[in-house]
């Protein structure tokens, strides 16, 4: 059994608003290995999105470690943070909001591309046309600008410039809320099919229970800063044991599609 | 409907795009339309406007073409206006940006300097200048940016620090780029558009600036300005009144056309932003 | 019956395509109405030319007719709660004036009696401490009490028709499902009809009477929810089908394709 591909510890994040310090993480640890899904869920405000963002190195924590491949995440930093940034990549909640609104679909790949020498310039557009592909967009889409695409093309786009520095790990931080339902379920298929492809990791942030549920091997539910449990999907998420998990589950609404599954009105 | 097409639809824009177009025009051909230098003397002194087929507009004091001069005085107006415009926006642009973007120790020193330009008025500061490096255009130029550079440098930060915070420069630092790079090719741009809507007013101050120096005495001696010409007509106002007037006359065009201009720019501009 | 839609057709200003076509529809008085639909079905569209707020220079085809013989006026005889409780709250003004305000204009009380009436209503959306939260800014409070103050705004003057445009869509799971089930509590204790605009079919399905289903701007299937859910249309087939909830077999377990 090889080492874990990220191993989080005892992480920590207080944000001090006025005189009130809210503590953001509290003392969460947890592990991914290698070609795994990791959902995490919970309320608003459970800390989720700083826990990615932590991650991501984004956001400074204020103890903890992070473990990334052998790499103490935390410690690292300038160019060396830079380089290391090709094996750890992000999708945003906003497929709009996160790419500069000048940019065309093209430019937008070509960045991390140059960025890290992945190939010489003449091969880059081969390449952006293959990543395109591989995300089931038309190669012609490239000289397109981003404003000009829909927004489940967009996110395509953004799932592209993730691959294409070939990395280990992928954070999805609500990839797919803003999403319509329709959409919603090919991306996911898509994630799905390219983790099996290239044995990625994805840390899968989400407030929706039932998209968690459907690409995540292990489900972490977090409260007010803490992992309030953390297990194999099908178990955390038919039987939860913390309150919050509980809560959460039973807040799902449920599709009702006969009289006898309505609820007293 | 493209840019340009908004700009037009404005009413303000499209007068305001008529009459520098008009300017441009005239400067542009001023070589063209009166070869001869406009210092030159030409015909008999104070000759009425409407009199004279060679000289439409009348001669000036020393028998000198007022048209000639206006038109020509007009390459200057421009040249300034534009050049200072470009500058203030430039520096202030880079300097706001770099502030906004860094935050901290560097904001803040920055953002201090910009207290002190900002805290002598322009035109004293520009007149301080142009006394002790000597009338030339460049230092006119040089003169008027560095009173009106620090409007473009808050309204930068302001938008940069709006910026920072955006998703599409988180993705930027995720991919691994450079923070200058960031700033630079991500930030920068994108806060451009509000601070572009800047150079309008402020090239049009730089051309009032400039005529003040001028009538002053502290403008290039060797060109012909709308501000020396006012100038020159100060002394013979009640008899030859047209002598100011003319390019008084043609200042207030320009600044008209200038603000016009701009209002139908940053409406272009503001109807985009709404549909983004 | 207190809507009555017929062919209602609404194009935006610089748009090519019509935004609703051709929708006929009746509300009846004190039901639950679901419209449920993807981005660009219009459903937003038709809550807004319900209550009179869609821009002016809009065309409108069809008409819109309501019991009563007045016009009706927002706030009085329809409520509507947004999606963004952020942007549809004043934020330079506490709450209690933004409740009290709506209380004062239509049921043309004073300023006291507004403000008591206000503390009321804050409490019966579960508000923890109304009175302090008569007081508050919008920017002191969570999602979730944001939005639970714009309902009691949208309610303050008893309205016969409540419009909830994914009224829960920006809340978490928790927050949503305590506010649908405010929500349906309202309605039921003072007899309002409730016009409940959402993306989630699921939610839709707990919620409401009748389920009418939008595509594109057009009406695609309407009629009681066991029924549209029970025996769908293609369509609505389709939108069940993409529904990923925690019965459904997960992704990852999928033979590879």
């Known amino acids: 059994m090889s080492a874990p591909l990220l191993t989080v510890s005892h992480l920590s994040k207080r944000f001090a608003t006025g005189d009130r310090r809210v503590a953001a993480l509290e003392d969460v640890s947890f592990t991914l290995d290698r070609g795994r899904t990791l959902g995490l869920v919970g309320p608003s405000g459970s800390g989720k999105s700083t826990l990615s963002r932590v991650i991501m190195r984004l956001l400074e924590p204020d103890a903890g470690s992070v473990i990334f491949d052998g790499t103490d995440l935390l410690a690292t930093r300038g160019a060396a943070l830079r380089k290391l940034r090709g094996r750890l990549q992000m999708v945003f909640q906003d497929p709009v909001a996160a790419f500069n609104p000048r940019t065309t679909v093209g430019a937008a790949l070509d960045d991390p591309l140059r960025i890290h020498a992945i190939v010489p310039r003449r091969d880059r557009p081969a390449v952006i046309a293959r990543l395109l592909d591989r995300v089931g967009l038309p190669a012609a889409l490239a000289a397109r600008a981003i404003h000009e695409i829909s927004g489940g093309q967009r996110q395509r786009v953004a799932i592209a410039r993730a691959l294409s520095t070939e990395p280990d790990l992928i954070v999805l931080d609500e990839a797919v809320s803003a999403l319509d339902v329709s959409v919603r379920g090919r991306i996911l298929e898509l994630l799905v099919d390219l983790q099996r492809e290239r044995g990625l990791a994805y840390l899968f942030v989400s407030h929706d229970l039932g998209v968690v549920r459907a690409v995540s091997h292990d489900v972490a539910i977090m409260d007010r800063g803490r992992i309030a449990e953390i297990g194999p999907a099908a178990t955390v998420v038919t039987a939860p044991v913390s309150p919050i998990g509980q809560a959460l589950v039973a807040a799902v609404p449920r599709l009702v599609l006969s009289p006898q599954d309505a609820p007293r009105a | ?276 | 019956m207190i809507v009555s839609v017929q062919d209602l057709t609404v194009t935006y200003r610089g748009s090519p395509m019509p935004a609703l076509s051709g929708i006929t529809l009746d509300i009846a008085e004190g039901e639950r109405l679901a419209i449920i639909g993807e981005s660009g079905s219009g459903k937003s569209t038709f809550g807004l030319a319900l209550a009179g707020l869609l821009p002016a220079n809009t065309t409108m085809s069809g008409t819109v007719s309501r019991a009563g013989d007045r016009a009706p006026v927002g706030g009085r005889d329809i409520g509507m709660v947004f999606q963004d409780p952020g942007t549809s709250l004043n934020p330079v003004l506490t709450v209690g004036e933004q409740v009290a305000e709506v209380a004062r204009r239509h049921l043309r009380l004073h300023w006291r009696d507004a403000y008591r009436r206000a503390a009321d209503l804050l409490a019966r959306v579960r508000l923890p401490d109304p009175e302090k939260a008569l007081r508050a800014y919008p920017h002191q409070l969570s999602g979730g009490q944001r939005q639970r103050v714009a309902i009691a705004a949208a309610i303050a003057a008893n309205p016969k028709l409540l419009i909830a445009d994914e009224a829960t869509s920006a809340l978490d799971v928790l927050v949503q499902a305590e506010i649908a089930a405010l929500l349906r509590e309202l309605v039921e204790e003072r007899g309002m009809t409730l016009l409940f605009i959402t993306h989630d079919i699921a939610l839709a399905s707990t919620l409401a009477d009748r389920i009418a289903v939008f595509r594109h701007g057009q009406l695609v299937d309407i009629g009681l929810a066991a029924r549209v859910l029970g025996q769908p249309e293609p369509y609505t087939a389709e939108l069940i089908g993409s529904h990923l909830d925690l019965q459904t077999p997960p992704l990852i377990d999928r033979p590879a394709a």
């Open chain 2, 1 to 276: 409907m493209s840019f340009f097409a908004r700009l037009l639809h404005s009413p303000e824009g499209l007068v305001g795009l008529l009459l520098l177009l008009l300017l441009a025009a005239a400067a542009l051909l001023a070589p063209v339309l009166f070869p001869t230098d406009p210092l030159s003397i030409v015909a008999a002194p104070l000759t009425a406007p409407f009199t004279n087929g060679s000289v439409p507009l009348g001669t000036d004091r020393l028998g000198r073409n007022v048209l000639a001069a206006l038109v020509h005085g007009a390459r200057a107006s421009l040249l300034v206006g534009l050049a200072a415009a470009a500058v203030a926006i430039l520096v202030g642009a880079l300097v706001g940006t770099l502030a906004g973007f860094s935050g901290g120790f560097i904001d803040e020193a920055l953002m201090r300097v910009v207290d002190a330009f900002q805290i002598v008025p322009g035109f004293l500061l520009a007149l301080a200048f142009v006394s002790v490096i000597g009338a030339s255009l460049p230092t006119v130029v040089l003169a008027i940016a560095l009173g009106a550079w620090t409007g473009p440098a808050r309204l930068a930060r302001a938008e940069v620090l709006s910026l920072r915070e955006r998703d599409f420069v988180a993705a930027a630092r995720v991919i691994g780029m450079h923070p200058l790079e960031i700033a630079l090719r991500e930030v920068l741009p994108n806060a451009l558009p509000p601070v572009l809507a800047l150079t309008a007013v402020i090239a049009a101050g730089a051309v009032l600036t400039e005529s003040a120096l001028s009538f002053l005495g502290l403008g290039d001696p060797n060109i012909v300005t709308w501000g020396s010409m006012i100038a020159e007509g100060r002394n013979v106002l009640r008899t030859a009144p047209f002598l100011s007037l003319a390019p008084g006359l043609a200042l207030v065009i320009t600044v008209l056309g200038i603000y016009l201009f701009a209002e139908g720019l940053s409406d272009a501009l503001a109807r985009r932003r709404i549909r983004q």
